[in-house]
C-alpha cells in the first residue's frame, strides 16, 4: 500500500497510481483431457487490473512433455526449455519494449505516449519530445526504472486434474462394504445393496476437480545501458536523414539487447469442487472459473515470495477520526486479516525517480475483507 500526500486526507484520493506491467502465457496441454477448455478459460481471463495489461502476440507455448510423457522434475525441466525457445523465437522481450515504446512497425518510430499515460507525467507530449530532442534523458529515468523494469511475464502451465473416477471408485468400495457389513450383521441384504447403491450415486455425482497451475516468473531487464541503446541507436529523431534512420530502424530490427530474466515459481491447486447436481453451470464454465482463481492464487503465491513482485495500491480514504483506511484490495489478491501490510510513502529525488519509505502498517479488518475475485 503506499500513501499520497494530501491536504485533506479524508477525501478519496485520485485512482490513478503507477502499476507493475504484466504479460500471461499459457503452456498448453491440447492434448490433455479438457486442455482446449483451459486455453479458452485462459485467454477469456483478464489481466489482473492491479496490473497494467502488456499483452503481446502468442499467447501459447505448447508443451513438449506432452509427446515424451514426462512428468515431475523432468516435465520442469522441459517446461524452463519450452519456455526459452518460445522467449527466443518471438523475440519476447524486444516486443515488450516495441509495445512501451508504441514502435511502428514500418517506419520504425517510437513515441513516449504509453509511457506518459502510465506514468502519469505532468509534462506534455511536446515536453517529453523536448527531452528527446536535447538529449536530456534523465528526465526520463523514472519512467525507464520504475515502469519499464517492473515488466514481467508469467508463463502458465495449467492442467485439470479429474476427481470423478476417484469418486465412482469410491462408491463402488463404499457399496461393496455396505453389502458386507449387511451380512455379517445379519441385515436384508437388498436393504445394504440398496443403500450402498445410494451411496455409490450420491459419491459419483460429485463430479469433482481441481485445476493445478505451476507459474513460472520472469522479469524484463532495464537499466540505464538498454535505455542508452534505446534513445542513442535505435530513436528515429525528426530531423534524422531518411538514411540513417533506415540504419536504426535496421539495428532494432536485428537487436539482442534485450532480455527476460527468470525470478522464480510457485505451484497453486484450485480448490473449487464442482457437483452435477448442484452446479447449472457447464463444465467449461465451471473451469473458467476455477482457471482465474487459480491464476489469482498463483500471482498472490508470487507476490508473497518476491519482494519486487508485490503489488502496490493507493489508500483510497481514510475516515474523519482517523482509524479506519479504506483500500481497494481483497481475496483476489490474496488479503487476510491475520497478515500485516505495510504502508509506504513516495518520495522523489531531484532526477524525479522514487523511492518508497515505510511509515506505518495497516492490518485488515475480520469479516470485512472484500470479497473482489
Not at 524486444?94 to 506518459?116: E, Q, T
Not at 523536448?130 to 519512467?143: G, M
Not at 525528426?238 to 530474466?261: C, G, H, I, Q, Y
Request: hydrophobic fraction near 35%; glycine fraction near 6%; charge should be negative.
Amino acid at each position: 500500500l503506499f500513501a499520497q500526500k494530501n491536504e485533506n486526507p479524508q477525501d478519496e484520493i485520485a485512482e490513478k497510481y503507477r502499476r507493475s506491467s504484466l504479460c500471461n502465457v499459457l503452456i498448453s496441454h491440447p492434448d490433455f483431457q479438457y486442455g482446449l477448455e483451459i486455453d479458452t478459460a485462459f485467454h477469456s481471463v483478464p489481466v489482473p487490473d492491479k496490473f497494467n495489461d502488456h499483452t503481446v502476440t502468442y499467447l501459447n507455448i505448447v508443451s513438449s512433455a506432452d509427446k515424451l510423457r514426462k512428468g515431475g522434475n523432468e516435465k520442469r525441466e522441459m517446461n524452463f526449455r519450452d519456455i526459452d525457445a518460445y522467449l527466443t523465437q518471438y523475440d519476447i522481450a524486444k516486443r515488450l519494449v516495441s509495445k512501451w515504446y508504441c514502435r511502428n512497425p514500418y517506419s520504425g518510430k517510437f513515441d513516449m505516449s504509453l509511457i506518459a499515460e502510465r506514468g502519469l507525467y505532468d509534462a506534455s507530449q511536446a515536453a517529453i519530445e523536448e527531452a528527446l530532442k536535447n538529449r536530456t534523458f534523465y528526465q526520463l529515468s523514472d519512467a525507464g526504472e520504475e515502469l519499464i523494469g517492473n515488466t514481467y511475464l508469467i508463463a502458465h502451465d495449467i492442467t485439470y486434474v479429474d476427481k470423478g473416477k476417484n469418486s465412482a471408485v469410491a462408491g463402488a468400495v463404499v457399496g461393496g462394504l455396505f453389502a458386507i457389513a449387511g451380512a455379517l450383521l445379519g441385515l436384508d441384504t437388498s436393504t445394504a445393496s440398496d443403500l450402498g447403491n445410494v451411496t455409490n450415486a450420491l459419491i459419483s455425482e460429485i463430479d469433482g476437480f481441481t485445476v493445478n497451475v505451476t507459474s513460472y516468473l520472469y522479469r524484463l531487464e532495464w537499466n540505464e545501458e538498454c535505455a542508452a541503446k534505446m534513445y542513442n541507436e535505435y530513436w528515429i529523431y525528426d530531423e534524422d536523414p531518411s538514411e540513417v534512420a533506415a540504419m536504426k530502424k535496421a539495428a532494432f530490427d536485428n537487436s539482442t539487447a534485450f532480455r527476460l530474466t527468470f525470478v522464480g515459481e510457485t505451484t497453486a491447486t484450485s480448490s473449487n469442487t464442482s457437483s452435477k447436481s448442484f452446479s447449472k453451470a457447464t463444465k467449461g464454465e465451471q473451469i473458467s472459473k476455477v482457471c482465474a482463481r487459480v491464476m489469482d492464487k498463483a500471482i498472490v503465491a508470487l507476490q508473497r515470495e518476491y519482494e519486487d513482485f508485490k503489488v502496490k495500491v493507493p489508500i483510497h480514504s481514510i475516515s474523519p477520526d482517523g482509524k479506519a483506511v479504506q483500500v481497494k484490495i481483497g481475496l483476489k489478491e490474496g488479503v487476510n486479516y491475520k497478515n500485516k501490510y505495510e504502508v509506504l510513502l513516495p518520495e522523489y529525488d531531484e532526477k524525479g525517480k522514487v523511492k518508497y519509505k515505510v511509515v506505518g502498517t495497516l492490518k485488515a479488518q475480520k469479516g470485512m475483507v472484500w470479497d473482489n475475485r
